[in-house]
T-cell receptor, first 113, second 114 residues
Framework: DQQVKQNSPSLSVQEGRISILNCDYTNSMFDYFLWYKKYPAEGPTFLISISSIKDKNEDGRFTVFLNKSAKHLSLHIVPSQPGDSAVYFCAASVNNAGNMLTFGGGTRLMVKP | EPEVTQTPSHQVTQMGQEVILRCVPISNHLYFYWYRQILGQKVEFLVSFYNNEISEKSEIFDDQFSVERPDGSNFTLKIRSTKLEDSAMYFC????????????FGSGTRLTVV
């Protein structure tokens, strides 16, 4: 049951360019979305989130866009830096349905110097 | 910055043995979670715990699994009789308020069942 899907297992980007990571979901009950970053041998760390009442949220170099009609969200990193190389997970939750997050499979981002 | 601490970082156990994974959540957090990630697969929800009881659990969290908060600081996951397919990275997490807005994860315990 893949309610949250990240169709690109990996992405390679040149330093200084934009990285765009995509995520699709099928459950229309999801109303809050999060991006986590994970380095090897570490746990996921929270990066940025967006509520379904918004279509964009920005935090420094990171911007998340939400297209509810397409059930699609994306994470933009501008400019990309080598330290951004990690696995990025999108996750989603449902209001009034507990505390569970449903994760996508992750996209490995490699930023080349 | 406050951290969620997990021990051990790697545990190897024989099939059929009991294993306890330990976590120290962030001290003022009230909600606690266990997730797991089988190699190459998604991060999957196991269980959430609040006010000294399980508040949600997934179908993965069957009778072989249990959680406990034995004192004011530790949060443990016990697997009674481990199977080969229990081999995974187990992540503990905690949140101050409802976790649907995100949690803080620990670095994980890699469990290898042989």
């Amino acid at each position: 049951d893949q309610q949250v899907k990240q169709n690109s297992p990996s992405l390679s980007v040149q330093e200084g360019r934009i990285s765009i990571l995509n995520c699709d979901y099928t459950n229309s009950m999801f109303d809050y979305f999060l991006w986590y970053k994970k380095y090897p041998a570490e746990g996921p760390t929270f990066l940025i989130s967006i509520s379904s009442i918004k279509d964009k949220n920005e935090d420094g170099r990171f911007t998340v866009f939400l297209n509810k009609s397409a059930k699609h969200l994306s994470l933009h990193i501008v400019p990309s830096q080598p330290g951004d190389s990690a696995v990025y997970f999108c996750a989603a939750s449902v209001n009034n349905a507990g505390n569970m997050l449903t994760f996508g499979g992750g996209t490995r981002l490699m930023v080349k110097p | 910055e406050p951290e969620v601490t997990q021990t051990p970082s790697h545990q190897v156990t024989q099939m059929g043995q009991e294993v306890i994974l330990r976590c120290v959540p962030i001290s003022n957090h009230l909600y606690f979670y266990w997730y797991r990630q089988i190699l190459g697969q998604k991060v999957e929800f196991l269980v959430s715990f609040y006010n000294n009881e399980i508040s949600e659990k997934s179908e993965i969290f069957d009778d072989q699994f249990s959680v406990e908060r034995p004192d004011g600081s530790n949060f443990t996951l016990k697997i009674r009789s481990t199977k080969l397919e229990d081999s995974a990275m187990y992540f503990c997490a905690s949140s101050e308020t409802t976790g649907r807005y995100g949690y803080t994860f620990g670095s994980g315990t890699r469990l290898t069942v042989v």
